[in-house]
């Protein structure tokens, strides 16, 4: 759909600026932070996840989870947020996490940017024209 990735990489970017501000390490009265769902972009909740930016990167079966994002794949490990609640350390949490945005944003960037016309090959002044 056009201008569907202007909304999701919104939505990373803001995750990534969450996350690089430290904020889900600030110490909150009562917990800590969780990544997702305590970002500054609120989309928690279930009216709300069906139609969520981040679930097209959501793993069909996992969809129906209480919190479907702690269920993206963040690398070829197959790690989540899940699983590094579970398994790993805070701080590998926030770097397989901030990779994953990082990827992702440029992955979706670089999509947008149209292709520049290739000149013909018999036009060495288009080309440097173009280069420039």
Known sequence: ???????????LGIELEFLELGLC???TPGRPLLIFQDSPCP???AAICPNCDLMQ???????REAVPCHYIRLNDDSETVDSLYQTGTQEELEEALRN?????????EESQIPAKEIPAL???LEARRLAS
């Open 122 to 124: 018999g036009d060495p």
């Open 57 to 63: 990167f959501v793993p069909s079966e996992f969809r």
């Open 25 to 27: 390490r600030a110490p």
């Open 43 to 45: 989309r928690y909740g």
């Open 1 to 11: 759909m056009p201008g569907q990735n202007c909304d999701v990489l919104d939505t």
């Open 100 to 108: 994953w945005l990082t990827a992702t944003i440029q992955s979706l």
